[in-house]
């Protein structure tokens, strides 16, 4: 499970880098900019839940033991 989510994380991370290079920072909020912004902001709640699903888990396997 935990190979898993590093997987999950390091796509999601190299979704977010290349959001980024769509990023028009003159106008960030028109065309392609604004779904680059949204698929940054996705891509970064997903890191979040995986972080906070793998401490989960370690809390319950503390918890086992």
Same mark, same amino acid.
């Given at each position: 499970?935990?190979?898993?989510? #590093?997987?999950?994380?390091?796509?999601?991370?190299?979704?977010?880098?290349?959001?980024?290079?769509?990023? &028009?920072?003159? #106008?960030?909020?028109?065309? &392609?900019?604004?779904?680059?912004?949204?698929?940054?902001?996705?891509?970064?709640?997903?890191?979040?839940?995986?972080?906070?699903?793998?401490?989960?888990?370690?809390?319950?396997?503390?918890?086992?033991?």
């Amino acid at each position: 499970m935990k190979l898993f989510t #590093n997987i999950l994380i390091v796509l999601a991370l190299g979704l977010i880098i290349f959001n980024i290079t769509l990023l &028009d920072f003159q #106008n960030p909020f028109k065309g &392609d900019s604004a779904v680059a912004l949204i698929g940054i902001a996705a891509a970064f709640c997903a890191v979040l839940i995986l972080l906070i699903f793998r401490m989960s888990k370690k809390i319950e396997e503390k918890m086992k033991n």
